[in-house]
């Protein structure tokens, strides 16, 4: 098999995200037609992370461009969701911004070391997305009862937390391998 399968479904991804974000955007927190299309794509959107990664794996056809478009598609999908969600729904900013944060760092990191080391993901980190995707998906839920939002805050509190434990730990793992680069040898990651 070959790579293609995996980089078109995050091609998808990256081309479902404006899509996504202007519909949000335009239902303005009316929780009409507009946002149940843009809850309809997210979800879409949401499935080709899981599906690229997976088929990638499965095939074993890593490749440069997915190596660094995939975690793009990744961080753009919810970090422009949550972005939306506080100017429309006025959902807090802070925990968006530590989440930003945290996300742009670790991405920007793993790609610094990136030619020397490969940083998975770890299972905190893979905790952190679905609880990320769950928020937003509660958010995004149009026409639910106030609990719901409640609900979806406090997972959102969660993904948060989560994202300041691995941030730490993916930022001891960036450092071990930047320091592992400057001395010629590998890092184990």
Do not use: C, H
């Not at 026409?143 to 730990?169: E, H, K, M, R």
Request: hydrophobic share 60%; charged share 15%.
């Amino acid at each position: 098999m070959t790579s293609a399968v995996p980089n078109a479904l995050t091609v998808v991804r990256l081309v479902l995200v404006p899509v996504v974000l202007v519909l949000l955007a335009a239902d303005g927190g009316a929780d009409g037609p507009a946002r149940t299309w843009a809850l309809i794509l997210f979800m879409i959107a949401a499935a080709t992370d899981f599906l690229d990664g997976y088929l990638a794996r499965r095939w074993a056809v890593v490749s440069p461009f997915g190596k660094l478009a995939d975690p793009i598609a990744d961080k753009a999908l919810v970090l422009g969701v949550l972005v939306v969600l506080v100017a429309v729904d006025g959902i807090p900013w802070w925990p968006v911004a530590i989440i930003a944060v945290r996300e742009i760092w670790v991405t920007v990191g793993r790609l610094l070391v990136a030619s020397d080391t490969v940083i998975a993901a770890s299972p905190g980190g893979k905790l952190k997305t679905m609880a990320q995707l769950l928020a937003i998906w509660l958010y995004l839920l149009p026409g639910t009862p106030a609990w719901v939002d409640d609900a979806a805050w406090w997972v959102l509190l969660v993904a948060t937390a989560l994202a300041l434990v691995t941030g730490v730990d993916y930022t001891v793992k960036i450092l071990q391998a930047a320091r592992a680069s400057r001395t010629g040898g590998r890092a184990s990651a």
